[in-house]
């Protein structure tokens, strides 16, 4: 996936200062060339949080639990508890408050704090005074680097050993490697689709692995996650294929490099 490189310029309250010097201290906010990489960037550092992957069942995203198990429901559910705590803060909920008013679903209090102040920053930089003890933010232009891999960041390779023959039943083992070339962890949601003679699903993407394994796969940058499964059934085995679910992925901690330069235009696109 191309590095897309935006220098744009946030904005500020109408509300504030008209510079630094003529009131409190400020802090650069960030602000995106689109919503899309603003929302991807968001999701890509709050799911760093120790609570973010593992701490999911609680959340009831993307765990056995009702709820959804799909990676985009997980991005869809962060952002929208971003904007929770936006509206909270803007109605003048207090920020100990805030996790139950915007029903935040963080059970560690520093992971709290942290998601609060990171959809402040992403989401309404304008209640930043709000959650710094009177800080606020400043229309200084930062320079943005979207770097979030795709799916291509993943090596995905399959092979299949001894296949066995027996009177009703034909079983085929197989090995699964997914290697992640990219320099994020990331999680990801995968398929299979298998081919056999006679087997009616030839070419059909269905769930990984065997039944009532886990379709997620959490792999730190660099490393490879492997699958060692059996596949039985009345069918003569004769290859599979596996893939990631298209839109089913997130990489962790990419998308919001910030740091100094020229702005080049005015709209961020990152409002609303």
């Given at each position: 996936?191309?590095?897309?490189?935006?220098?744009v310029?946030?904005?500020?309250?109408?509300?504030?200062?008209?510079?630094?010097?003529?009131?409190?201290?400020?802090?650069?906010?960030?602000?995106?060339?689109?919503?899309?990489?603003?929302?991807?960037?968001?999701?890509?550092?709050?799911?760093?949080?120790?609570?973010?992957?593992?701490?999911?069942?609680?959340?009831?995203?993307?765990?056995?639990?009702?709820?959804?198990?799909?990676?985009?429901?997980?991005?869809?559910?962060?952002?929208?508890?971003?904007?929770?705590?936006?509206?909270?803060l803007a109605?003048?909920?207090?920020?100990?408050?805030?996790?139950?008013?915007?029903?935040?679903?963080l059970?560690?209090?520093?992971?709290?704090?942290?998601?609060?102040?990171?959809?402040?920053?992403?989401?309404?930089?304008?209640?930043?005074?709000?959650?710094?003890?009177?800080?606020?933010?400043?229309?200084?232009?930062?320079?943005?680097?979207?770097?979030?891999?795709?799916?291509?960041a993943?090596?995905?390779?399959?092979?299949?050993?001894?296949?066995?023959?027996?009177?009703?039943?034909?079983?085929?083992?197989?090995?699964?490697?997914?290697?992640?070339?990219?320099?994020?962890?990331?999680?990801?949601?995968?398929?299979?689709?298998?081919?056999?003679?006679?087997?009616?699903?030839?070419?059909?993407?269905?769930?990984?692995?065997?039944?009532?394994?886990?379709?997620l796969?959490?792999?730190?940058?660099?490393?490879?996650?492997?699958?060692?499964?059996?596949?039985?059934?009345?069918?003569?085995?004769?290859?599979?294929?596996?893939?990631?679910?298209?839109?089913?992925?997130?990489?962790?901690?990419?998308?919001?490099?910030?740091?100094?330069?020229?702005?080049?235009?005015?709209?961020?696109?990152?409002?609303?």
């Open positions: 996936m191309p590095v897309a490189s935006a220098s310029e946030a904005t500020a309250s109408s509300a504030q200062p008209s510079s630094p010097a003529d009131g409190p201290p400020y802090a650069a906010v960030p602000a995106f060339s689109s919503r899309t990489a603003r929302d991807t960037a968001f999701v890509g550092d709050v799911g760093q949080f120790s609570s973010w992957p593992s701490g999911v069942v609680s959340y009831g995203i993307m765990s056995s639990f009702p709820g959804g198990s799909d990676v985009a429901d997980f991005r869809k559910a962060v952002v929208e508890d971003a904007r929770a705590v936006c509206d909270a109605g003048g909920t207090d920020m100990e408050d805030v996790p139950v008013a915007a029903g935040v679903a059970e560690d209090q520093i992971d709290q704090a942290a998601f609060i102040v990171e959809a402040v920053t992403f989401y309404c930089p304008e209640q930043t005074a709000a959650v710094t003890g009177g800080v606020y933010s400043e229309p200084v232009p930062v320079e943005q680097d979207e770097d979030c891999p795709g799916s291509d993943l090596d995905i390779s399959v092979s299949i050993g001894e296949r066995s023959d027996e009177e009703f039943t034909h079983s085929a083992a197989y090995t699964v490697k997914v290697r992640n070339t990219a320099s994020y962890p990331v999680r990801a949601q995968l398929q299979q689709r298998w081919w056999g003679d006679g087997y009616s699903g030839n070419g059909e993407w269905e769930s990984f692995g065997d039944i009532g394994d886990e379709s796969a959490d792999i730190d940058a660099g490393e490879t996650f492997t699958y060692e499964g059996e596949q039985e059934g009345i069918y003569r085995w004769e290859r599979t294929e596996v893939r990631v679910r298209p839109g089913e992925f997130v990489f962790f901690g990419c998308g919001y490099q910030p740091g100094p330069g020229p702005a080049t235009g005015a709209d961020s696109g990152a409002d609303g």
